[in-house]
């Protein structure tokens, strides 16, 4: 059987590190027969990897009638992204949120008598027990340790409540439960850095803005854990009577890249939205009345029709040499990140596979170009005209035979 392990720089199956490029696609949000489409834009995006949630109240509607059949498939969505050689992140709550109906929680559990939800009440943990029940078995021969391609699965999701006197308590117990059920891969958890961080966990990042602040706090955290944004926001949600949010695309590629620079890993939220059908959307924060239109467009790289858009395009430029050059950043030692990024250049490792340089203009679209200073006096001059940030490599062994000098180019 393989392993999945990790330390401070990446993921490793085998011994072997891995950069992961991922993006949510979430496969209640999608009809069955276009699965198979969205997947293949996906790793033609130059994905490695896919997350999705599992909504409870999809598999559950009814208590104690289970369907895990067409669209509610969860099993087949994966096995198709095995398919197209994309590893999969399982996001199973048993609370998702992902501006889903109650959270993806049924709706009857909320009719119960003296429950609590998202704790360690037991009348809670008596009925989330059943739907792990049903629900892990069917995952833990997909996973990488058993020949899948389930690389990582999330424990809750975004739990920050530290009122809640029993929040250690209800999060160790999904971990012991996933590990119980025979799940062997590393566990994932993104509970905005609230400490005591989940043991035999590793903690994540949700954001886009302050990203690189939030690299910074989380590597003096877990300084011995890789890093990964499980949610960088690359669009956002409607809600009824709003506009459509859209998010710059320049904006986005740029900013993903600098996560590149700081040593950080991604999965865009959400690559691909889908549709909220029937009833199926959420109420979230901010008001009372912020109903998550039938849309989920989110303004992704795919967009609800399955189009591809310019955010697509620019974000390969991002994705497909991360992925390409996966062996190497996956093996670089982060360095000390800038207190700000803008016009020089990012140092991020340094060791047997080269060194990696990010340089952005900070978001300032009147720079165009920069120059990095060599040790010898030489001056690259870096084109960012076309998002406002480069990847650039020196020393690095692209095969056994071959080691690329230095390079003002991003590849691509």
Same mark, same amino acid.
């Given at each position: ?35 198979? $489409? ?12 896919? @997350? ?25 969505? *994966? ?163 709003? @506009? ?6 320049? $904006? ?18 959400? +690559? ?25 467009? +989110? ?37 000390? *990140? ?26 300032? $679209? ?20 076309? +998002? ?17 000098? @230095? ?6």
């Amino acid at each position: 059987m393989a392993s999945v392990t990790y330390d401070d720089r990446s993921f490793l199956i085998d011994g072997h590190r891995v950069w992961l490029v991922s993006g949510a696609v979430h496969y209640f949000r999608v009809p069955r027969e276009l699965w198979r $489409d969205r997947l293949a834009k996906a790793q033609a995006g130059g994905l490695n990897c896919v @997350e999705t949630y599992v909504a409870w109240n999809r598999h559950e509607r009814h208590e104690g009638q289970w369907d895990f059949s067409g669209d509610n498939d969860v099993v087949e969505f *994966i096995q198709q992204a095995a398919d197209l050689g994309l590893y999969v992140i399982v996001r199973p709550g048993p609370y998702i949120c992902a501006e889903w109906d109650f959270g993806g929680l049924p709706a009857w559990l909320g009719a119960k008598r003296n429950i609590h939800l998202r704790s360690a009440d037991a009348v809670y943990t008596h009925y989330y027990d059943k739907y792990f029940r049903q629900l892990l078995p069917r995952l833990v021969d997909l996973q990488v340790t058993r020949g899948g391609n389930i690389v990582a699965i999330q424990n809750e999701n975004e739990y920050f409540v530290t009122s809640m006197p029993e929040r250690m308590d209800y999060l160790n117990y999904i971990t012991r439960y996933y590990r119980r059920a025979g799940i062997d891969v590393p566990i994932l958890t993104c509970n905005n850095m609230t400490e005591p961080l989940v043991p035999d966990a590793v903690e994540c990042l949700n954001g886009y803005g302050r990203t690189i602040e939030q690299v910074k706090r989380l590597r003096a955290m877990q300084g011995d854990k890789p890093l990964l944004a499980t949610e960088y926001w690359c669009g956002w949600f409607d809600g009824w009577g709003g @506009e459509h949010v859209r998010r710059d695309p320049r $904006d986005v590629a740029r900013r993903a890249m600098e996560l590149t620079g700081a040593g950080c890993q991604i999965n865009y939220f959400v +690559y691909h939205g889908g549709t909220n059908f029937g009833f199926a959307g959420g109420r979230t924060v901010g008001s009372d009345h912020n109903y998550m239109t039938t849309s989920y467009d +989110y303004d992704a790289p795919i967009a609800e029709g399955g189009g591809l858009t310019r955010k697509y395009s620019l974000l390969r430029l991002v994705n497909l040499p991360n992925r390409t050059l996966g062996h190497i950043l996956a093996a670089a030692a982060p360095m000390a *990140i800038p207190a700000a990024i803008g016009h020089t250049a990012v140092h991020w490792s340094a060791g047997e596979s080269g060194t990696v340089l990010v340089v952005s203009n900070g978001g300032d $679209d009147r720079v165009t170009s920069t120059a990095v200073a060599l040790p010898d006096g030489r001056r690259l001059e870096v084109d960012l005209s076309h +998002y406002g940030a480069a990847l650039l490599l020196r020393n690095a062994r692209l095969t056994d035979r071959h080691t690329l000098d @230095e390079s003002n180019l991003s590849p691509l």
